[in-house]
C-alpha cells in the first residue's frame, strides 16, 4: 500500500536526514542555476556599469613596439653582384681586369657612400641609388646628402654555396620575428618561396605571393571574408563587450579573481578581444600600407610617379621601422642572367633591386629610425665588362654602364651584405669578412665563418645588434644557438 503524506513549506527546504537531500553550490551550477541568473541579468549590469564598478575596467597597454626597420632582399640565381655594393677593400684593389669581372666600369667612376660601401656610379644599381625616389625634396644632391650619407656595409664574402637553381633552398632567406617586437608580431614575407634559414622555420609571418600592391599587403592584414554587413568593427566591439563582461560576472562565481594570474589572464583575454575590432574596420590594412594615407612618407616622394611595388614596398618598411611589423623578407626570381641582354633584361633587374633599397632608405628616413637590411644570393655571375646602355630608373631614360654577364663564378659575397642606415649620423663601421683575390676580384672566405648557415645568423644577428644599440636579445641568441648556427658570434657578427 502507498501512503501519501502531504508536506509543508518546511518539509521542502529541509534536508535532515528524514527529507531527501538538498543541492550542493556546485550541483546548483551544474544544474544551470548561475547561467541562467547572469543571462537574465547581464544586460542590466552591463547597462547600469555594474559590472566595471565590481571588477574594474579593462586595461589594455600600448603596443610593444621594437623601432627600426629589419628587411631582406634575396636575388635568386645569382647576378653579377660586384656591380652593385662592393667594400672598400675591394674598391682598394681595382684592376682593369677586376672590374671587367665584376662587369663595373672601373676605378675612376667608384663612388664611397659610407664606411665600407661602395658603388659604381655609372651602373644600373649604383646610379640608381644615387638618383633616389622620385620628388625627394631637394632632388639627388639633397638625397645623398641627406640619406646616403648616413649608409655603411658590411658583408661575409665568399662562395659559400652553389650558383643557380642548387643554391636556392640552402637557407638564403629568414626572418626576424619575434625577436624583433611589433605590434603586429609577425613578418611580411614577399614571394619568399624559398626554404628558410634554420633558425627562421616556424617563425610568425604573412606571405604575399602574387603581384606586390597596397590592396594586397592590406589584405593580409584584413578580416577573411571582408568585414562587411553586421560583421564590422561596431559589431565587434559589441561582441567584445558582451564577452568582457560575461568572464567579469562569472570570474566571482568561479572564483578566477581570486586565483593567482587570473584577474591579469582576464584582462590579458579581454584586450585580444578588443584588438579584433580594428581588424574589422575595412580601412585597417589600407591605413597601414597605402603611403599615401602616410604624411611623413607622402611628403618624402611623389606616389604618382612609383610603381604599385614600389609603393607596397615603401609602406611595409615603414611600418616595420616603426615597429608595427617585424622583418620585411623580399625574394626576387629570375637572376641567373649570365648570357641576357645588358639593357632589356640585366639593367632592369638590377634597378629593381636598387629601387627597393631606394624605398628603404626612404621609408628610414620618413621614420626617423634606424635600418638594415640583408642582401643575399645563391650564385654569383662573372661579367665580360660592361655595356653602354640607356635605361629607365623611375621614369628617366639614363646612360649607364651595364654588366655583361658572362657565366658562373666564385662571387664577391654569396652568403650576404648588410646595408645600414644610421638617422643619427654615419652608419657604423662594419666588417667584411674572407679576403679578395687582388687579380681576378674573387673571394675566399672566412673559415672562422666557413659556411653560409653561420653567415646567415651573423647578418641577422648583426640587424638586431645594430637596431637594440649594440644588444641582441637572449632569445634571439637562444634560438640561433639551438638550430646550430651561432657557435662564433664574435666572427659571424660584423658589428
Given at each position: 500500500m502507498?501512503?501519501?503524506?502531504?508536506?509543508?513549506w518546511?518539509?521542502?527546504?529541509d534536508?535532515?536526514?528524514?527529507?531527501?537531500?538538498g543541492l550542493?553550490r556546485?550541483?546548483m551550477?551544474?544544474r544551470g542555476?548561475?547561467?541562467?541568473?547572469?543571462?537574465?541579468?547581464?544586460?542590466?549590469m552591463?547597462?547600469?556599469?555594474?559590472i566595471?564598478?565590481?571588477?574594474?575596467a579593462?586595461?589594455c597597454p600600448?603596443?610593444?613596439?621594437n623601432?627600426?626597420?629589419?628587411?631582406?632582399?634575396?636575388?635568386?640565381?645569382g647576378?653579377?653582384?660586384?656591380?652593385?655594393f662592393?667594400?672598400?677593400?675591394?674598391a682598394?684593389?681595382?684592376?682593369v681586369?677586376?672590374?671587367?669581372?665584376?662587369?663595373?666600369s672601373?676605378q675612376a667612376?667608384?663612388?664611397?657612400l659610407g664606411?665600407?660601401?661602395v658603388?659604381?656610379?655609372?651602373?644600373?644599381?649604383?646610379a640608381?641609388?644615387?638618383?633616389?625616389?622620385?620628388?625627394?625634396p631637394g632632388?639627388?644632391?639633397?638625397?645623398?646628402a641627406?640619406?646616403?650619407?648616413k649608409?655603411?656595409?658590411g658583408?661575409?664574402l665568399?662562395?659559400?654555396?652553389?650558383?643557380d637553381?642548387a643554391g636556392?633552398?640552402?637557407?638564403?632567406v629568414?626572418?626576424?620575428?619575434p625577436?624583433?617586437?611589433s605590434?603586429?608580431?609577425?613578418?611580411i614575407?614577399i614571394r619568399?618561396?624559398?626554404t628558410?634559414a634554420?633558425?627562421?622555420?616556424g617563425?610568425?609571418?604573412?606571405?604575399v605571393?602574387?603581384?606586390?600592391?597596397t590592396?594586397?599587403?592590406?589584405?593580409?592584414?584584413s578580416?577573411t571574408?571582408?568585414a562587411?554587413?553586421?560583421?564590422n568593427?561596431?559589431?565587434?566591439?559589441a561582441a567584445?563587450?558582451?564577452s568582457?563582461?560575461l568572464?567579469?560576472a562569472?570570474s566571482?562565481?568561479?572564483?578566477?579573481?581570486e586565483r593567482?594570474?587570473?584577474?591579469?589572464m582576464?584582462?590579458?583575454?579581454?584586450?585580444?578581444?578588443?584588438g579584433?575590432?580594428a581588424?574589422?574596420d575595412p580601412n585597417?590594412?589600407?591605413?597601414?600600407?597605402?603611403?599615401?594615407?602616410?604624411?611623413a612618407?607622402?611628403?618624402?616622394?611623389?606616389?604618382?610617379?612609383?610603381?604599385?611595388?614600389e609603393?607596397a614596398?615603401l609602406?611595409?618598411?615603414?611600418q616595420s621601422a616603426?615597429?608595427?611589423?617585424?622583418g620585411?623578407?623580399?625574394q626576387?626570381?629570375?637572376?641567373d642572367?649570365h648570357?641576357?641582354?645588358p639593357?632589356?633584361?640585366i639593367a632592369?633587374?638590377d634597378?629593381?633591386?636598387a629601387?627597393?633599397?631606394?624605398?628603404?632608405l626612404?621609408?628610414?628616413?620618413?621614420?626617423?629610425a634606424?635600418?638594415?637590411?640583408?642582401y643575399?644570393?645563391n650564385g654569383?655571375?662573372?661579367a665580360d665588362?660592361?655595356?653602354?646602355v640607356?635605361a629607365n630608373?623611375?621614369?628617366?631614360?639614363?646612360?649607364?654602364n651595364?654588366?655583361?654577364?658572362?657565366?658562373d663564378?666564385g662571387?664577391?659575397?654569396n652568403?650576404?651584405?648588410?646595408?645600414f642606415?644610421?638617422?643619427?649620423?654615419?652608419?657604423p663601421?662594419?666588417?667584411f669578412?674572407g679576403t679578395?683575390?687582388a687579380t681576378?676580384g674573387?673571394?675566399v672566405?672566412?673559415?672562422?665563418v666557413?659556411?653560409?648557415a653561420?653567415?646567415?645568423a651573423?647578418?641577422?644577428l648583426?640587424?638586431?645588434?645594430?637596431?637594440n644599440?649594440?644588444?641582441?636579445?637572449?632569445n634571439?641568441?637562444?634560438?640561433?644557438?639551438?638550430?646550430?648556427?651561432?657557435r662564433?658570434t664574435a666572427a659571424?657578427?660584423?658589428?
Amino acid at each position: 500500500m502507498k501512503i501519501n503524506v502531504k508536506k509543508n513549506w518546511k518539509d521542502l527546504v529541509d534536508s535532515g536526514a528524514k527529507h531527501a537531500p538538498g543541492l550542493t553550490r556546485r550541483e546548483m551550477l551544474a544544474r544551470g542555476m548561475a547561467t541562467g541568473a547572469v543571462s537574465v541579468m547581464l544586460p542590466e549590469m552591463i547597462a547600469s556599469g555594474f559590472i566595471k564598478q565590481a571588477f574594474g575596467a579593462i586595461n589594455c597597454p600600448a603596443p610593444v613596439r621594437n623601432p627600426g626597420a629589419i628587411a631582406q632582399i634575396f636575388a635568386e640565381g645569382g647576378p653579377t653582384m660586384g656591380a652593385r655594393f662592393i667594400s672598400e677593400a675591394q674598391a682598394a684593389a681595382m684592376t682593369v681586369g677586376m672590374a671587367s669581372n665584376y662587369g663595373i666600369s672601373g676605378q675612376a667612376n667608384l663612388r664611397r657612400l659610407g664606411p665600407n660601401l661602395v658603388i659604381d656610379s655609372t651602373s644600373p644599381f649604383g646610379a640608381t641609388i644615387l638618383a633616389g625616389p622620385n620628388g625627394y625634396p631637394g632632388g639627388a644632391a639633397a638625397w645623398q646628402a641627406n640619406v646616403l650619407s648616413k649608409v655603411s656595409g658590411g658583408g661575409h664574402l665568399g662562395p659559400f654555396n652553389q650558383d643557380d637553381g642548387a643554391g636556392v633552398n640552402t637557407g638564403l632567406v629568414a626572418g626576424i620575428s619575434p625577436f624583433k617586437v611589433s605590434q603586429m608580431g609577425k613578418d611580411i614575407k614577399i614571394r619568399a618561396n624559398a626554404t628558410p634559414a634554420a633558425f627562421a622555420r616556424g617563425l610568425p609571418s604573412s606571405s604575399v605571393a602574387g603581384a606586390l600592391t597596397t590592396a594586397s599587403l592590406a589584405g593580409v592584414f584584413s578580416l577573411t571574408p571582408a568585414a562587411n554587413g553586421l560583421i564590422n568593427a561596431d559589431a565587434m566591439t559589441a561582441a567584445s563587450d558582451a564577452s568582457n563582461a560575461l568572464a567579469a560576472a562569472f570570474s566571482g562565481i568561479f572564483k578566477t579573481n581570486e586565483r593567482k594570474g587570473g584577474a591579469q589572464m582576464l584582462n590579458n583575454a579581454g584586450c585580444g578581444f578588443y584588438g579584433n575590432s580594428a581588424m574589422a574596420d575595412p580601412n585597417y590594412g589600407a591605413t597601414l600600407f597605402n603611403p599615401a594615407n602616410i604624411a611623413a612618407l607622402s611628403s618624402k616622394v611623389t606616389l604618382a610617379q612609383l610603381s604599385a611595388a614600389e609603393q607596397a614596398l615603401l609602406a611595409a618598411y615603414y611600418q616595420s621601422a616603426m615597429g608595427v611589423a617585424g622583418g620585411i623578407i623580399s625574394q626576387y626570381g629570375g637572376r641567373d642572367y649570365h648570357g641576357n641582354n645588358p639593357q632589356t633584361d640585366i639593367a632592369p633587374k638590377d634597378i629593381e633591386e636598387a629601387r627597393a633599397i631606394v624605398m628603404f632608405l626612404a621609408a628610414c628616413e620618413a621614420a626617423n629610425a634606424k635600418g638594415a637590411m640583408i642582401y643575399t644570393s645563391n650564385g654569383q655571375a662573372i661579367a665580360d665588362g660592361a655595356l653602354a646602355v640607356t635605361a629607365n630608373i623611375g621614369g628617366v631614360a639614363t646612360a649607364l654602364n651595364a654588366p655583361v654577364a658572362a657565366g658562373d663564378a666564385g662571387g664577391s659575397y654569396n652568403a650576404g651584405l648588410i646595408l645600414f642606415y644610421n638617422p643619427a649620423g654615419a652608419g657604423p663601421q662594419a666588417r667584411f669578412t674572407g679576403t679578395v683575390n687582388a687579380t681576378s676580384g674573387n673571394a675566399v672566405m672566412d673559415p672562422a665563418v666557413g659556411s653560409s648557415a653561420e653567415a646567415m645568423a651573423g647578418l641577422y644577428l648583426t640587424a638586431l645588434s645594430f637596431i637594440n644599440n649594440g644588444s641582441i636579445p637572449a632569445n634571439a641568441l637562444n634560438a640561433f644557438k639551438a638550430a646550430g648556427v651561432a657557435r662564433n658570434t664574435a666572427a659571424s657578427v660584423l658589428l
